[in-house]
């Protein structure tokens, strides 16, 4: 992550974690952005990192929970449900999906279930379709295909899920028998509810409108972002009604373009940011990605829109900012620089005001190990290599006092003291 930030001058947010020594593991919530020179030379990079290990563990207990509740669900046999890979291969199901396709839990368990072999040939396209759309937001809606069942017969079926956590080629899918729930409007019903819970479940925002382009869908997070539920309305009102507005948080977002609307006028509309700013509620500044649905002749069925809300994270980058400038200027008032140098690539990298102790200029001055050592006198050169020796065969952070040659002036010696941290990587080296 650090190299390609400091290779494509971008910041970006990720959580990390730390293990300890004595066996426990610390996450962070982690923003890092490039430190760049004024001549857009990167000098390094500036973290901030939040704890989260509390959150993490709570989010843990409950994941655990959720896993439980699913499993009992699994085993209960309500309803039909089997973890797949894109391979073809089918891992696991339970019994409820077994019975569906006339197959046995040893022909499970020896390898003989394959989605992929068990589907006609006319239906592959169409799973394919579900696999696009899987890969795009996570899950795939329920659509009608054909199974060929162990004897050969074939049956007809609806099936929908999604990818597994923090997977990219494996899933769950559920499977309804449609000759069966078409004769049972409480099943369906069940199915309706199924497939609401799962939009619901989705942090980003979601929103659709129908094939006249009138609003027809909203799930839970698009409603907490507008404080609304959806109403079958026109695109023309959509923006006054739905408080949207451009990034600057003042102009109302202009019917062509907003996101949704552009989308189901063929656009595929891709990280367009808007801000909502309902009246009872924080604004929120959002990045929507969108596209028309179509059916499988080709008729357009609506367009859907997800809505991720990146307003913490812009709250954040501004923190990044602020706390940049708040740094130079402390550090300049105490005249107090950082460094950090990586063994691996043996780059090193000063902050602004590290420049004005050492007496160097910013632009024409390149902090490599060779140019500071040059600067000071061999018998305190050695003493700090004896420390960096041993910093590194312990692990151990260090303090030392040493002479430098203020910008390569033998007249101007300056006492340094120079504290240094010795940051282990995962492997436990320097």
């Known amino acids: 992550s650090d190299r390609f930030i ?3 001058y971008r910041h970006i947010t990720l959580e990390e974690s730390v293990k300890l020594p004595d066996g426990s593991i610390l996450f962070y919530d982690t923003i890092k952005t490039p430190f760049n020179s004024p001549d857009g030379k990167s000098l390094g990079i500036i973290g901030i990192a939040r704890d989260i290990t509390d959150r993490k563990e709570k989010e843990q207990l409950i994941l655990q929970a959720s896993e439980s509740k699913f499993r009992q669900l699994f085993e209960s046999n309500m309803l039909a449900i089997a973890f797949w890979h894109l391979d073809g291969g089918i891992k696991d199901a339970n019994k409820a999906f077994l019975d569906i396709v006339g197959y046995t839990k040893g022909d499970l368990e020896s390898g003989l279930l394959n989605w992929e072999k068990m589907t006609p040939p006319e239906y592959l396209e169409h799973d394919q379709e579900a696999i696009r759309n899987l890969l795009y937001s996570g899950l795939f809606e329920p659509y009608e295909k054909e199974y060929f069942r162990k004897d050969g017969a074939r049956i007809s079926i609806l099936i929908g899920g999604s990818l597994l956590e923090n997977s990219q080629d494996a899933g769950f899918m559920f499977a309804l028998d449609i000759t069966e729930q078409k004769r049972n409007a409480k099943a369906l019903e069940y199915q309706r509810i199924f497939m609401e819970a799962v939009l619901d479940n989705v942090t980003d925002g979601i929103a659709a409108c129908n094939s006249k ?21 026109p695109s023309s009102v959509w923006s006054k009604t739905y408080d949207l507005f451009l990034p600057d948080g003042q102009t109302p977002i202009p019917t062509n373009e907003i996101p949704l609307f552009r989308a189901f006028n063929g656009e595929n509309v891709q990280n367009e940011e808007m801000i909502i700013v309902p009246m009872d509620r924080e604004k929120r500044l959002i990045l929507a990605s969108g596209q028309a649905l179509y059916d499988p002749e080709g008729h357009k069925l609506g367009a859907v829109v997800s809505m991720h809300d990146i307003t913490e994270r812009r709250i954040n980058e501004q923190r990044i900012i602020e706390s940049q400038i708040r740094l130079e200027q402390a550090q300049a008032i105490a005249h107090l620089g950082h460094w950090t140098w990586d063994k691996m690539t043996q780059k090193i990298t000063c902050s602004k005001e590290c420049f004005n102790i050492l007496g160097c200029d910013q632009e024409t001055w390149v902090p490599t190990g060779e140019n500071f050592r040059e600067n000071m006198p061999i018998e305190d050169l050695k003493s700090l290599d004896e420390a960096c020796q041993k910093g590194f ?22 006492w340094l003291h120079v504290i240094c941290e010795i940051v282990l990587g995962k492997s436990g080296s320097v």
């Open 393 to 414: 065969e312990t692990g151990e952070s260090f303090e030392i006092d040493c002479r430098y040659y203020r910008g390569g002036n033998r007249s101007d010696v300056r």
């Open 6 to 8: 400091t290779e494509n």
């Open 213 to 233: 382009g009138n609003l027809s869908l909203f799930n839970r997070a698009a409603r907490n972002f507008h404080g609304i539920d959806q109403e079958d309305l």
